[in-house]
Nanobody, 116 residues
């Protein structure tokens, strides 16, 4: 059974940084591309970033390009999202997802709130 557990969400001030983690289990993590998806209150899901199984290819939505960095540690079965220069528009529940895109299995999410 696929299990994805996100952590690292918090409330931060605009301009701040956070690092999200996603601990994966129940599947061969190193064989899967992985993604981060976020959903703000009252809005649909937004595919934020993706990384291929060996970490050599990445995708970023225009809204986060240059500010967010996705990475993975296949030895630890963990996916990361480093988020810098956060703005209130980044406020959302963040989910990790299996696959390249927002269509795979999701975790329970971690809340990121950017507010002064």
């Amino acid at each position: 059974e696929v299990q994805l557990v996100e952590s690292g969400g918090a409330m931060v001030q605009p301009g701040g940084s956070l690092r999200l983690s996603c601990a994966a289990s129940g599947f061969s993590f190193n064989r899967y591309d992985m993604s981060w998806v976020r959903q703000a209150p009252g809005k649909g899901p937004e595919w934020v970033s993706a990384i291929n199984n060996d970490g050599h290819s990445t995708y970023y939505a225009d809204s986060v390009k240059g500010r967010f960095t996705i990475s993975r540690d296949n030895a630890k079965n963990t996916l990361y999202l480093q988020m810098n220069s956060l703005t209130p528009e980044d406020t959302a529940q963040y989910y990790c997802s299996t696959g390249w895109g927002p269509f795979g299995s999701w975790g329970q999410g971690t809340q990121v709130t950017v507010s002064s």
